[in-house]
């Protein structure tokens, strides 16, 4: 079995940043690619960015400039440094980890979501 365990989301102002952390453990033979994803109340979880184990990099055209993913593989861990943050981007974020297991076998997994705020 695999945990998440997701940290660093608040209340910001706008224009302010945050930096969310998921960290993956437990029966993990490597990890492939992580994510993060969003979701408002209503509306279906969107991608906002992912990274390969390879470094390639995916963002959403509304964070593009202003997020940025990263992530530890030593670690077990994926980043998203949030800046110039707008009402807008206030949702629930998930981080999406797709982790392979001595078989080879792909298996994906949720964070428990992290609540991020934007408002003066």
């Known amino acids: 079995q695999v945990q998440l365990v997701e940290s660093g989301g608040g209340l910001v102002q706008p224009g302010g940043s945050l930096r969310l952390s998921c960290a993956a453990s437990?029966?993990?033979?490597?990890?492939?690619?992580m994510g993060w994803y969003r979701q408002v109340p209503g509306f279906q979880r969107e991608l906002v960015a992912s990274?390969?184990?390879?470094?390639?990099?995916i963002y959403a055209e509304s964070v593009k400039g202003r997020f940025t993913i990263s992530r530890d593989n030593a670690k077990n861990t994926v980043y998203l440094q949030m800046n110039s943050l707008k009402p807008e981007d206030t949702a629930v974020y998930y981080c999406?980890?797709?982790?392979?297991?001595?078989?080879?076998?792909?298996?994906?997994?949720w964070g428990q979501g992290t609540q991020v705020t934007v408002s003066s």
């Open positions: 999406n980890v797709n982790v392979i297991n001595g078989l080879g076998q792909i298996f994906g997994y």
């Open positions: 437990g029966s993990i033979f490597s990890i492939d690619t």
């Open positions: 990274i390969t184990s390879s470094g390639r990099t």
